[in-house]
Structures are given as C-alpha cells and as structure tokens.
C-alpha cells in the first residue's frame, strides 16, 4: 500500500511512523461488529448512557447512522447531558 500510495505522494513515506492493517473477520473477531462493520457498537444504547457515572456515548455507538446522523448524535448528547443550568453542571440528569 505504501508503495501505492508513494505515486501520488512522492515523499510522505518518511513521515509514516506505524502501519496496521486489518480485514472484516480481524474487526469481528476483537469487537463483534456484525459482518465487520469499522463503526458502531454492536449493541446500541440510544440514550448515550454508559456504566460509568458521566460517560456517555454518541455516534454511531448511540445508534445513529452516517456522518450526519453522528453529528445530530452529539449535539443531542451535549444538549441531553453536558449543556445544564449551573444547579446540575457535572451530573447527568436522571
């Protein structure tokens, strides 16, 4: 792939620092993205809420879907927890 890519960009590859290459199977196999998928969590949890106290989830991990619906996925996560009136600031409202 480096060398691919070096007829485009003729000296970039002394910048590379590390390569990884993976394939469907190696993805389902560490996450269990069904059919390999490289996004979302396998099990959607779309109200963002998370185990640990005020970590939350947006993206395609809450369940949204593309750029777009990543984008309306963290704004509604900030709006839902983050953006507060300063009585609640720092605890996720119940």
Same mark, same amino acid.
């Given at each position: 792939?480096?060398?691919?890519?070096?007829?485009?960009?003729?000296? %970039?590859?002394?910048?590379?620092?590390?390569?990884? %290459?993976?394939?469907?199977?190696?993805?389902? $196999? %560490?996450?269990?993205? +069904?059919? @390999?998928?490289? =996004?979302?969590?396998? +099990?959607?949890? =779309?109200?963002?809420?998370?185990? /640990?106290? !005020?970590?939350? /989830?947006?993206?395609?991990?809450?369940?949204?879907? &593309?750029?777009? &619906?990543? /984008?309306?996925? @963290?704004?509604?996560?900030? !709006? $839902? =927890?983050? /953006?507060?009136?300063?009585?609640? $600031? &720092? +605890?996720?409202? +119940?």
């Amino acid at each position: 792939m480096i060398a691919s890519a070096t007829r485009f960009v003729p000296d %970039f590859q002394a910048s590379v620092v590390a390569t990884d %290459f993976f394939t469907p199977r190696t993805i389902w $196999r %560490f996450t269990g993205h +069904e059919n @390999g998928a490289v =996004y979302g969590c396998p +099990e959607k949890c =779309y109200d963002g809420t998370t185990p /640990l106290k !005020n970590v939350f /989830l947006c993206g395609t991990d809450q369940g949204m879907v &593309g750029i777009v &619906g990543t /984008l309306v996925s @963290g704004i509604g996560i900030a !709006n $839902r =927890y983050v /953006l507060m009136n300063d009585d609640n $600031r &720092g +605890e996720a409202k +119940e």
